[in-house]
C-alpha cells in the first residue's frame, strides 16, 4: 500500500527543493517576485476547473496553488522574516475573531455560538465592522478607495472600487439607470468610433471602450453577479459553440475560413442550438 504523504512532508519537500548545495537548480533560483505569475496561473487554473465542473482535476489544482503558498513560506523562513506555521496561526485566530457567532469565547475550544436567526447580510456586516475594527490602531486612510491592490484583474479590481465608493454613499439609486448608462456610455463608444480619423483617435475609443466595461461590471454589481465569473462562463460557451461549428462544418465537408456572413451565421445557430442540447 502506498503512503499517503502528509502537510509536513510537503514542507520537508519544499525544504529540500531549495537546499542549497542538493536542491533543485531552478527553484533555487526563484525569489518572491518571480513565482507570483505562477501563483496567478494557478489560481485561475483552480477557477477553470470549478467552473468546467472537473471535479476529478479540482485536487490537482488546488495542490498546485497549496505549493505556490509553501514555497512563499519557505522563501520567508529562509530570509527569517515568517514560516508555514505563522500563516496558520495567523489565520486560525483571524477566522476566530472574524466568527464571533461561532467562536464567542475568541478560541478555538469555544462552545458553539448563538447564530440562529443570523442572516448572510448580517455576516457580512459584522465581517466589515471587525475588520474595520482591526484597522483602527493603523493610520485613518486618507480615501475610501485605499487598500483597493492595484494588481488585481481589471474587472474584479472595477468592483471593489465600485463597492468601497458605494459604502460611503458614493453609487446609483436603483437597477433601471444602470442599464441606462450602459447604454448611454455605448453610444459614446460608437461616436467615439464613428469619429476616429487616424490612430491618434484610438485612446478616445480605448477610454469610451473603458467606460462601458466598467459601468458593465457596476451592473453586473447590481444584478449579484460576478463580472468575471460571468465572462469566464461565457468564454467557456462561446469555445463550445465554436468549437461545435468547426466539428459540423468538418463532417460536411466545408471548411470554415472564406464563407460569408450569412453561411457563418447559418452555422453558428446549428451550432448553438446542437452545443446548447449537449450541455
Keep these: 500500500m502506498s503512503r499517503t504523504y502528509s502537510m509536513e512532508d510537503l514542507l520537508a519537500l519544499m525544504a529540500r527543493l531549495r537546499d542549497p548545495q542538493q536542491g533543485c537548480p531552478w527553484d533555487l533560483e526563484q525569489d518572491f517576485r518571480s513565482i507570483v505569475p505562477h501563483t496567478i496561473e494557478e489560481t485561475y487554473e483552480v477557477a477553470d476547473a470549478i467552473e468546467r465542473g472537473d471535479f476529478d ?3 490537482d489544482e488546488l495542490g498546485d496553488l497549496l505549493f505556490q503558498v509553501v514555497f512563499y513560506a519557505q522563501l520567508a523562513r ?5 514560516g508555514f506555521s505563522d500563516l496558520v496561526d495567523g489565520v486560525t485566530r483571524k477566522m476566530i475573531r472574524r466568527h464571533p457567532h461561532i467562536f464567542p469565547d475568541g478560541t478555538l475550544d469555544s462552545h458553539p455560538g448563538d447564530a440562529d436567526g443570523m442572516t448572510e447580510a448580517d455576516v457580512r456586516v459584522n465581517w466589515d465592522r471587525i475588520k474595520a475594527e482591526e484597522k483602527g490602531a493603523e493610520a485613518t486612510p486618507a480615501s475610501a478607495l485605499d487598500d483597493v491592490t492595484p494588481g488585481l484583474p481589471a474587472f474584479q479590481r472595477a468592483a471593489k472600487l465600485q463597492k468601497r465608493a458605494s ?5 446609483w439609486p436603483e437597477t433601471g439607470m444602470v442599464f441606462d448608462k450602459l447604454h448611454e456610455e455605448a453610444d459614446e463608444l460608437r461616436t467615439a468610433w464613428q469619429e476616429q480619423s487616424g490612430p491618434e483617435d484610438r485612446d478616445a475609443v480605448e ?12 451592473l453586473s454589481r447590481f444584478l ?12 467557456l460557451k462561446f469555445e463550445r459553440r465554436f468549437r461545435c461549428m468547426e466539428a459540423q462544418l ?18 453558428w445557430q446549428r451550432a448553438k442550438k446542437a452545443s446548447d442540447a449537449d450541455s
Excluded: M, S, W, Y
Aim: proline share 2%; no cysteine; charged share 40%.
Design 57 to 59: 482535476h479540482l485536487p
Design 250 to 267: 468538418e463532417d460536411a465537408g466545408e471548411k470554415l475560413k472564406g464563407r460569408d456572413i450569412e453561411t457563418l451565421e447559418a452555422a
Design 78 to 82: 529562509e530570509e527569517g522574516r515568517f
Design 167 to 171: 459604502k460611503v454613499g458614493f453609487d
Design 207 to 218: 477610454d469610451e471602450l473603458g467606460d462601458l466595461l466598467f459601468v458593465a461590471v457596476n
Design 224 to 235: 449579484g453577479v460576478d463580472a468575471e465569473q460571468a465572462l469566464r462562463r461565457a468564454n
